[in-house]
């Protein structure tokens, strides 16, 4: 896709796409297999989308506490040079990298659901109103409508809302992160007929603890969802979790 500006967001170097064809193959990688996260960094969690012991398998920490969720898809690794470009992308100055980025969840995406029935709803991970005012644009946002878009599925941009503000979460364990966001997120009025016996995705720009997640899909869950799938576009590696 072609932007306003004339260098690639990884390696500058010059030409007209967001991200040019040298750094997608070799930043890029494809998934290691049907809905693996991570490119090839080997087998992951059928769940949470961390290191497992085999394909398919879920790691220790699934294993011993479920989440509420029944798996997740992550395109990238969140580290260099990723980390970067979504640093810029979660300021509005890389608000139209959203179609480039959504581009590279599509192969995970569509390998994960070849033989799977696809969700019929999708939901952003919403932001609290002063930090959507701060930034000016919410990524996970960015990403949902991009990806509804492509697949013809379904999104309501403010069906569950942020109803309060948050310390943030940078420094937290993942104890006091679930803590930090328990009652974070409600539906707003009328939403729960969207979502009653759905299918659900949930999107948002990068997966660390998995914290935020959990919390919106208890949110979903309650809110009488059949099912709960977390789409991210990088998942932080196991030693930053």
């Not at 290191?51 to 398919?56: D, F, L």
């Not at 919403?126 to 946002?141: E, S, V, Y």
């Not at 991210?232 to 590696?237: D, F, N």
Request: net charge positive; with cysteine.
């Amino acid at each position: 896709m072609a932007w306003g500006g004339s260098a690639c967001a990884i390696c500058r170097s010059w030409q007209r796409q967001v991200f040019c064809a040298a750094c997608l193959a070799r930043f890029a990688a494809p998934p290691s297999g049907a809905g693996q996260a991570l490119g090839a960094a080997g087998a992951v969690c059928a769940v949470c989308a961390m290191p497992a012991a085999e394909p398919g398998a879920l790691c220790a920490r699934c294993q011993a506490d479920r989440p509420p969720f029944e798996r997740t898809i992550a395109a990238l690794r969140y580290g260099p040079p990723w980390q970067r470009v979504i640093h810029g992308f979660k300021r509005l100055e890389g608000a139209g990298w959203s179609r480039p980025l959504s581009d590279l969840m599509q192969a995970p995406l569509r390998a994960a659901y070849a033989e799977q029935a696809w969700p019929e709803q999708i939901v952003p991970v919403p932001l609290a109103r002063g930090r959507l005012l701060a930034r000016g644009h919410n990524p996970a946002w960015e990403l949902a409508r991009c990806l509804a878009a492509q697949l013809q599925i379904p999104t309501q941009p403010s069906a569950v809302l942020r109803c309060r503000e948050t310390p943030s979460q940078r420094e937290l364990s993942r104890a006091d992160r679930l803590h930090n966001l328990r009652g974070a997120f409600v539906l707003a009025p009328g939403a729960q007929g969207w979502f009653k016996g759905a299918r659900v995705a949930v999107v948002d720009d990068v997966m660390t603890t998995g914290a935020t997640v959990t919390e919106l899909a208890l949110t979903l869950r309650r809110a009488g969802v059949q099912s709960v799938h977390v789409w991210v576009l990088a998942r932080t590696p196991l030693d930053t979790a």
